[in-house]
């Protein structure tokens, strides 16, 4: 099926665009921008005037919560909601149950997002097996299962030998270990930034200094393995710095950070609101504005949407007793948006901290609209502004912080492969 | 952000912590406890404001003395009272917190009383109960003790009179105390000019300064020339590990002894809101000497809880 998305405004970071443009695309592949191929007859038209174009997004963290949670989350009902935020690409947590850390469970939920074929489902394996932090997991078998990288979730390796070992291995065969930086004991109960609030509150905090040490031990690591790293959602201001300086002297370390962490602070939990109950929690207004600027000077490299669907009763309870997490695939967009009017980012360095990037994190030949490429597509209205409701969520976990907000970027259009999956 | 606690018009809904009360509102719970002081010492102890009304004193965490002052004042306000120990019945059974209060408002509750050792628990249920029903908190993790708060400035209120010229010590583990939050903020809230939170600095939270109180570490120091020394109870499980190192060194360090009392104002009070840890953190002969003020404490925090159920009943 040809078609062809004519006069939007197409953005591609990687291939310096950001004009008006028509996309030809034709054996699910991006056949032509700007100039019609030779004897091309559109099946289809797409008329994006006042719309923007640009690769489908990618986002770094997304817990679909199958197998093992579908009370939670199915994975047809979170795919359809990836598609209604515009994201064609998707790395999951090894954090189901059971744990993804066996080539078959991998090969199953490969096999049942394929059969959607609704968003490309990357999982992430997990590093050690049962994430239990004690024994490393067959990466090769996993890798070959269609593992991209390994991670462990939010669950810490303890034994600092057993991550040395697990860096190093997966060093071997140049494989990236995704982590979050959290020393475990310093955290523990914890529920909110150990900070002004939680003092207020007498809620159980969780220090800084939590992630800063958790952070200093995987970069030593990682400098003594030469393993490929990647932080998962930092949340503290001087973690920005240790990354900068990582990164200056050469380890090859990349970090991203949620969504949510660009507009939220520890002061909206307010009276104790467990839809603000997130993991790393809500930090400081001084954590926030460094983590805006490290995304906007590109120490952080991407946005992720932290999607963690959890169901209402798990939040119906009092905020340390609820579970930790809200729904995001569908706000990846706006909320990245958000932040780039706010801090004068252009458009393109926004969209890059949610294609490019990340895809290159990912290690995946996405994020881009070369000729010749999967034509993944995002085409979003960037004036439109809409409510976040409950009812207006695809996805099963109807949990957000920012439920109530107008928010601007609704996407119209998603194309995966080609074809159209979502149209609104 | 809207205060939860209080109606549209600016009355009290609930009283689920100090924090964010005006100050009239503060004076008029204690006002009227001041009116209830007597009733105790009448031949019949009851008066009818809270006839026909059924208060439910919901404990999730066990407290002996709370739910027995919280009956002693609802059955002296002349309501029905029922008593419903949670951790050892529905939840154990594993009822949600929501199903039980379900329940009680089915059954035509009026004033929930509420204890539970998750901070915010009662703030959860005053947003879930419709608007007939009051909810008073009576100790939700380490957030807030308001009773308590309450009780302890009525007492500071009757030994010094004048508030806007008061230095109070509170002293021990701030960290886990419901009591001490609340104490701060009814303190800072009637315009007390110093308060001053006095303990290691495993036992405070970080940014506690923000609270409004000013910060010591060493007992002397933080206790000279204070006019009401509030201890506040260590638990016995804190005692070992990473927090303290043991009962003897604490003594030694924040126990108040009359040595180190001698360093606040010779007409000091001291004050404790129970149950005491006698020679860990405080000395029988200061608990039990001639400034110690912690028995009247008691009897105050009757006339307090009667103040808040009348006014929450008068405001519904």
Redesign the interface.
Known sequence: MNILIKNGHVIDPKNGLDAKHDIYIANHKIASVGKAPDSFIADQTIDATGLVVCPGLVDLSARLREPGFEYKATLESELQAAVAGGITSLACPPDTDPVLDEPGLVEMLKHRAKQLNLTNVYPLGALTSQLAGKQITEMCELAEAGCVGFSQADTAIIDTQVLWRAMQYAATFGFTVWLRAEEPFMAKDGVAH???I????????I?AAAETLALAAILSIAKETGAKVHICRLSCGESIAMVREAKKQGLQVTCDVSANHLHLTEHDI???DAYFHLKPPLRSQRDKDALIAGLKDGTIDATCSDHTPVDD?AK??????SEAGATGLELLLPLTLKWATENKVKLVDAITRITLAPASILGIDSGHLSVNANADICIFDPEQYWKIESKALLSQGKNSPFLGLELAGKVRYTLLNGQVVYQN | MHNPQLSDDGKLKHLLSIEGLPRNILNQILDTAESFVGVAEREVKKVPLLRGKTVCNIFFENSTRTRTTFEIAAKRLSADVINLNVNTSSQSKGETILDTIDNLIAMHADMFVVRHAQSGAAHFIARHVGPHINVINAGDGRHAHPTQGLLDVFTVRHYKPDMHNLRVAIVGDVLHSRVARSEIHALTTLGVPEVRVIAPKTLLPQHVEKLGVHVYHDMREGLKDVDVVMMLRLQNERMNGALLPSAQEYFKCYGLTQEKLDYAKPDAIVMHPGPMNRGVEIDSAVADGNQSVILPQVTYGIAVRMAVMSILAGNS
């Open positions: 150990d900070g002004e939680a003092a207020r509150l007498g809620l159980k905090g220090p307010g009276f104790f009763d119906l309870v009092p905020f340390g007793e």
